[in-house]
């Protein structure tokens, strides 16, 4: 329940706050996001597993984001940005479905 | 690693690292029950999640809004400054029939202005710069309709067929053999030729007159219906391109009609002007632009193609 709140707490302070986002740093939002959202999706699925772990969470939360990051920034600068930044999307893509359907088996027992 | 990649990828959607963590907490019996620090971690994490995601959503809205506020700016400008010239246009063209009204009377005075005057009339009409309304043709082209066979999901991807558009060619063939039809005026679009009206391709817009018309040409032609029609048709390049438009699937077709309205052609700038030495100018008619001394050029001036 507190993550949960969390979250909620999160998306209110960033909607109300409406933070200003440097420059070079807009690019690689929404790639931090899909991959922000695989390790909340991993965390839940682990936690229904029964074999969550804080530790494992937060820092696989945080390395997924920053290399995410630096694998587009990366790509910016070798001048194939576009393409990884679809590499990273589709894997992370896969791996959030996959949890996903993980987490509904969970749920739903189907 | 056995598996490849991919399989790697489609098989493990979870994290090692929790198995990993869960079975060293096995090995040693340590206790499962979380601790406080790491629930406020957890937490914390999920707040940073939150974070990022509405900050993101608040830059994809913004950056389309401020797409749309540009484009509606953009639209407005374009809509104001066309109320312009179109308020600009009715200006010139008030003040040309004025002009052209004190001309008349200026003229009309004399004998020798009378002459003047009736030059002047004919070589308007030659120029186009006076209205036409009478009988005539209509010739109707028209681009190919887009393949039925376009894809759905990505929108019009498939490039347009060009040979299925009109061309600056077609409209110049049919507008020559509606001069050589006998066509006394001739219009496309409601843009009238004059004898040195060019029709054009530009990009992907056939100009004439250096504005651009667009798909389904109209070309109007006053003249005598009967003879037009039967002369056009009769003319081989009209043939051909019946037969072409046919094969590429064009739109060409004419009908009679009993009543054709042209407006004028656009006057065509005074480059050079010659005084008259022999008429004893009045200060009036000298000094009207494209008055007397335009006449004098004016007849030499054929009506073209």
New interface residues.
């Given amino acids: 329940m ?14 109300f706050f ?2 200003t ?1 440097p420059l070079w740093l ?1 690019p690689y ?2 790639i ?2 899909v991959a ?2 695989d ?2 999706f ?2 839940f ?2 936690r229904l ?14 390395s997924n ?1 920053v290399v995410a990051a630096l694998i587009v920034f990366l790509g910016d600068q070798l001048g194939v940005g576009a393409q990884l930044s679809t590499a990273v999307v589709v ?1 992370l893509g ?2 959030i ?3 996903a359907a ?1 987490i509904r088996r969970h749920v739903f027992r189907a | 690693m056995g598996a490849s990649l991919l399989d790697a990828v489609l098989a493990e959607t979870l994290d090692p690292a929790y198995a990993q963590a869960a079975a060293a907490r096995a090995a040693t019996g340590a206790a499962p029950r979380p601790r406080r620090r790491a629930r406020v971690l957890v937490a914390l994490t999920m707040a940073v999640a939150g974070l990022l995601v509405a900050v993101t959503y608040d830059q994809a809205a913004a950056s389309a809004q401020g797409r749309a506020q540009v484009r509606a700016a953009l639209i407005e400008d374009i809509r104001s400054d066309s109320r312009v010239t179109d308020e600009l246009a009715v200006q010139l063209e008030s003040l040309r029939t004025q002009v052209a009204g004190t001309r008349d009377q200026l003229l009309a005075a004399s004998a020798v202005g009378q002459r003047a005057l009736d030059d002047l009339a004919q070589a308007e009409r030659g120029a186009a710069a006076v209205p036409v309304t009478g009988p005539g043709l209509l010739v109707t082209l028209a681009n190919a309709d887009p393949g039925a066979d376009d894809d759905p999901v990505g929108g019009r991807t498939t490039e347009e067929d060009p040979r299925g558009r009109v061309r600056d060619g077609d409209l110049q063939l049919v507008v020559n053999a509606l001069w050589a039809a006998g066509a006394e005026a001739v219009s496309i679009n409601g843009q009238r030729l004059g004898p040195a009206t060019a029709i054009r391709f530009a990009g992907e817009a056939v100009l004439v007159d250096f504005r651009p018309v667009t798909n389904p040409y109209e070309v109007s032609a006053v003249g005598d219906p009967d003879t037009l029609s039967t002369q056009f048709l009769a003319s081989p390049e009209v043939g051909a391109l019946a037969v072409i438009s046919e094969s590429f699937g064009l739109r060409f077709d004419f009908a009679r009609k009993k009543e054709l309205s042209l407006p004028a052609a656009s006057i065509p700038e005074l480059r050079s002007a010659q005084p008259q030495g022999r008429e004893p100018t009045t200060p009036g008619a000298a000094t009207t632009p494209g008055a007397s001394p335009d006449a004098g050029t004016a007849p030499d001036r054929e009506p073209g193609g």
């Fill in positions: 507190i993550p949960i709140l969390g979250l909620a707490a999160g998306v209110l302070l960033g909607l409406d933070p986002v807009q939002l929404p931090a996001v922000a959202l390790a909340v991993g965390g699925r682990a597993d029964g074999i969550f772990d804080a530790k494992v969470f937060v820092i696989s939360f945080v984001v894997v896969i791996r479905f996959g949890n993980a």
